[in-house]
């Protein structure tokens, strides 16, 4: 990664908000068996949450419940569920209600993603990811939102950057998460007035993750250039995912918040990026001085 004068560090959500925040609150959260979706689920639980956890791997998903468990004091449970089933999600919210007799907040995460161009993409592989991503995220919304109607909850779907532009090797993703950033503006709209809210939280790269590490060919890194100096920690989304959650964004809901130090800004230019920021003067030679 290029040279910056100054790297955004990140920080414990529980250094800047209240750590009895969701006292008494419960969190349904598919994905939260691993990486980006256990981090949010780990913050939530940081500040009081109970939490379910949705996966299909239960083993891991136990794993994960019992190590935020012992981490944070709250309660978490497994619930083995494929998201592309309806009934398996319908399951998950029972045990959630058995459990904890309410939910609060939901957190659409479960995805899939691999590498591959639309010419050596088969539709099976297509589809796949449509199901997970996009039919998914409205199976879980349609499997809770009695239960968020009644708690006067909240949603936050995990979307991405990469369909902002056309991102090659992404074409399945792309127009998964585009129909998941449109599911969660409608949903906002049309669940505001029963006390409902509903945004999407789109991560640029984060470090040390399964999607990250997918999406790296072997041998290389990441070569986009980041604003804030740093590939994107699983922190960085756990900490947006707490205020998106508190009551301190009552007042947002249809909103997509990009978690991407500002990398989906930065277009290509024909200036060398951070230096020619960081030290104007480098560039001189190179630029004509009159328009
Ligand atoms: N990592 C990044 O840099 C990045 C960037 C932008 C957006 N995102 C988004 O962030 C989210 C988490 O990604 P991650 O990188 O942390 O990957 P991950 O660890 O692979 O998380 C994906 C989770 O989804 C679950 N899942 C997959 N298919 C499922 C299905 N059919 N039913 C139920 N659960 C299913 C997986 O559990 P099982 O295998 O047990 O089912 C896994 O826990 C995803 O929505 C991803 O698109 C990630």
């Known amino acids: ?7 955004q560090p990140t920080v414990d959500s529980t250094s ?3 750590s009895n925040l969701f006292n008494g609150k419960v969190l349904f959260c598919t994905g939260g068996g691993s990486g980006i979706c256990r981090g949010m689920t780990e913050a939530m639980m940081r500040h009081g949450a109970d939490a ?4 299909r791997k239960l083993d891991r998903l136990t794993q994960a419940a019992k190590e935020m468990s012992e981490a944070t004091g709250r309660t978490c449970i497994p619930a083995q569920a494929d998201v592309r089933q309806p009934q398996a999600l319908k399951s998950a919210v029972a045990k959630a209600i058995e459990q ?3 939910i609060d907040f939901v957190i659409c995460g479960a995805a899939g993603n691999f590498l591959a161009p639309i010419s050596g993409m088969s539709e099976n592989a297509f589809r796949t990811v449509i199901e997970i991503d996009t039919i998914g995220t409205y199976n879980t919304v349609k499997a809770t939102l009695p239960h968020v109607r009644a708690s006067k909850g909240s949603y936050i779907h995990v979307s991405a950057t990469l369909h902002y532009r056309g991102t090659p090797y992404q074409v399945h993703v792309s127009a998964a998460k585009a129909g998941v950033d449109a599911l969660s503006a409608v949903l906002a709209v049309e669940e505001g007035p029963h006390g409902v809210r509903s945004n999407v939280i789109a991560p640029g790269p984060i470090a040390g993750t399964e999607g990250a590490d997918r999406l790296t060919p072997k041998g290389r890194e990441f070569s986009v250039t980041i604003p804030a100096g740093r590939l994107g920690d699983v922190k960085d989304v756990a900490n947006a995912t707490v205020f998106l959650f508190s009551g301190a964004a009552s007042y947002i809901t249809g909103q997509i918040l990009p978690v991407d130090g500002g990398t989906e800004h930065l277009r290509s230019v024909a200036l060398p990026y951070p230096q020619a920021v960081l030290d104007p003067a480098s560039q001189r030679d190179s630029i004509k001085s009159k328009m």
């Open 100 to 102: 904890f007799g309410k």
């Open 16 to 18: 800047v908000f209240n």
């Open 1 to 7: 990664m290029a040279h910056v004068a100054y790297v």
């Open 52 to 55: 379910i956890i949705i996966g």
